[in-house]
């Protein structure tokens, strides 16, 4: 769930890991300027992780780590430029109706 515009390191590109890492670290300079310092961001999450732990599904409980995350960054950026983290927990959230689908299939 991110954007294509996104650098990605390609190992059958003819561009060098080292030049395809600087651009990862350029991706990671522009989000700290949206979403605040990785030590904070992260805190964030892992208190938001740490509530979920009591969810017997780790499936279910992946997901709404991954929403946590999501949440994270929305306390430090809540602004309708970050529409993506929105939709990304919509999709997640989706993800676990789906899993619920599967275990009705399964039974």
Request: glycine share 6%; aromatic share 4%; hydrophobic share 40%.
């Amino acid at each position: 769930m991110s954007d294509d515009k996104e650098p990605r390191v390609d190992p059958q590109s003819t561009i060098t890991c080292t030049a395809q890492y600087d651009m990862a670290v350029g991706v990671t300079v522009e989000r700290g300027k949206v979403y605040g310092p990785p030590g904070v961001d992260f805190a964030r999450a892992a208190a938001i992780k740490a509530a979920l732990v009591d969810c017997p599904d780790p499936r279910v409980r992946h997901a709404l780590e991954m929403i946590g995350v999501k949440m994270a960054r929305l306390v430090q950026s809540p602004t309708p430029n970050n529409i993506d983290s929105v939709i990304d927990i919509a999709g997640y959230a989706r993800t676990i109706v789906m899993l619920w689908d599967e275990d009705d299939d399964a039974v």
